[in-house]
T-cell receptor
């Protein structure tokens, strides 16, 4: 159980293109999903917390107009990188946390990540 | 402020030997502690967690971790390492006083030699 599906796995596109990444919790409902960015040999950097039915909460320094997040249902969140440039190239990982008790005690379950390369 | 420290960038161990990956934390309030493993070009996989109760927690793939409140540590252990255990390991902490926001450590790369 507790599977998170993320796609696409790899994206290579030209500078200026917008790229959408999907994250689905397949067998559980997740009010809250998270989007991370990971640089080579580094830890995860939280970009934003996605809340079903409301606006995402962005971390300091993350441009919300650049990284659009939509969490339209309890099982789907999307991240759109708008007008992507080479510096946006990175490994993006989504995560979902179940809502069961104890509050805040459920582990996060991660997608397999999306490697984005902007030429 | 909450924080997690993984003092070792890399741990090397021979196959069949016991392994330990260290983690210390700092939170106000009661900690919820987690270990995750990441294989190349993959997301993180949940290994085990401590919420309350027994200080020794058993998880997936034969891993276990011991919560030590006085030392604010949550070291990951396995009695006998496998080459396939080679991966990147992350410790994470959450607490109610931190709004249950997860803080990840920097990660420790484990190399198991045959």
């Amino acid at each position: 159980g507790a599977v998170v599906s993320q796609h696409p796995s790899w994206v290579i596109c030209k500078s200026g293109t917008s790229v959408k990444i999907e994250c689905r919790s397949l067998d559980f409902q997740a009010t809250t999903m998270f989007w991370y960015r990971q640089f080579p040999k580094q830890s995860l950097m939280l970009m934003a917390t996605s809340n079903e039915g409301s606006k995402a909460t962005y971390e300091q320094g993350v441009e919300k107009d650049k990284f659009l997040i939509n969490h339209a249902s309890l099982t789907l969140s999307t991240l759109t990188v708008t007008s992507a440039h080479p510096e946006d190239s990175s490994f993006y990982i989504c995560s979902a946390r179940g809502d069961g008790p104890p509050r805040g005690g459920q582990p996060q379950h991660f997608g397999d990540g999306t490697r984005l390369s902007i030429l | 402020a909450q924080s997690v420290a993984q003092p070792e960038d890399q741990v090397n161990v021979a196959e069949g030997n016991p392994l330990t990956v260290k983690c210390t934390y700092s939170v106000s309030g009661n900690p919820y502690l987690f270990w995750y493993v990441q294989y190349p070009n993959r997301g993180l996989q949940f290994l085990l967690k401590y919420i309350t109760g027994d200080n020794l927690v058993k998880g997936s793939y034969g891993f276990e971790a011991e919560f030590n409140k006085s030392q604010t540590s949550f070291h990951l252990k396995k009695p006998s390492a496998l080459v396939s255990d080679s991966a990147l390991y992350f410790c994470a902490v959450r607490s109610n006083t931190g709004g249950f926001k997860t803080i990840f450590g920097a990660g420790t790369r484990l190399f198991v030699k045959a």
